[in-house]
T-cell receptor, first 115, second 114 residues
Framework: AQKVTQAQTEISVVEKEDVTLDCVYETRDTTYYLFWYKQPPSGELVFLIRRNSFDEQNEISGRYSWNFQKSTSSFNFTITASQVVDSAVYFCALSGTDSWGKLQFGAGTQVVVTP | DVKVTQSSRYLVKRTGEKVFLECVQDMDHENMFWYRQDPGLGLRLIYFSYDVKMKEKGDIPEGYSVSREKKERFSLILESASTNQTSMYLC?????????????FGPGTRLTVL
């Protein structure tokens, strides 16, 4: 069975602070994919990143960065110099190669950025 | 850009009514999915479809059915709506059957059952 845990329910920061969202996963698959999605107040999930289990390189995209550590089964997401527009719910998700493309989502972390 | 649209953003229905939620994607994707989202539970998969007229149960199919008569359209049906089906419903699509392609989501339908 696959499982994704996002232990942080809500994180509140002041604009320009950095914020790190934790994601811990469990899977028996040797090949799997990890995703992060953003859900702004409008409701639509926006795809942020897809990472396969063989690629442990960290990735940076603008103010976003991701730290994938297979040894600890974690795929953490950092927003640097947060902005009010970063206020959203962020979901981590996992898909194994035996899962027919189905995604297992974590419960989500609400990020609130205040000016 | 991939576009997934859902027929309604907000819907209010009465207990016992039959409810149809429609989803359309414009990218010729093979896979389509229906999720429901509840606070503290994330997204849970209700049903998915990997081809026309094909469907598979997800994690919480009870009380729901689906229909996929055309590749671009995937409908979620609540045969007899109940108050515990009040939720946000999200549709998604992805390109290929059996793969781990990225799923693209619609804007969601917030359903309230009174």
């Amino acid at each position: 069975a696959q499982k994704v845990t996002q232990a942080q329910t809500e994180i509140s920061v002041v604009e320009k602070e950095d914020v790190t969202l934790d994601c811990v996963y469990e899977t028996r698959d040797t090949t799997y994919y990890l995703f992060w999605y953003k859900q702004p107040p409008s409701g639509e999930l926006v795809f942020l990143i897809r990472r396969n289990s063989f690629d442990e390189q960290n990735e940076i995209s603008g103010r976003y960065s991701w730290n994938f550590q297979k040894s600890t089964s974690s795929f953490n997401f950092t927003i640097t110099a947060s902005q009010v527009v970063d206020s959203a719910v962020y979901f981590c998700a996992l898909s194994g190669t035996d899962s027919w493309g189905k995604l297992q989502f974590g419960a989500g972390t609400q990020v609130v950025v205040t000016p | 850009d991939v576009k997934v649209t859902q027929s309604s953003r907000y819907l209010v229905k009465r207990t016992g009514e039959k409810v149809f939620l429609e989803c359309v994607q414009d990218m010729d994707h093979e896979n389509m999915f229906w999720y429901r989202q509840d606070p503290g539970l994330g997204l849970r998969l209700i049903y998915f479809s990997y081809d026309v007229k094909m469907k598979e149960k997800g994690d919480i199919p009870e009380g729901y059915s689906v229909s996929r008569e055309k590749k671009e359209r995937f409908s979620l049906i609540l045969e007899s709506a109940s108050t515990n089906q009040t939720s946000m419903y999200l549709c998604a699509s992805s390109p290929s059957f059996g793969s781990t392609d990225t799923q693209y989501f619609g804007p969601g339908t917030r359903l309230t059952v009174l």
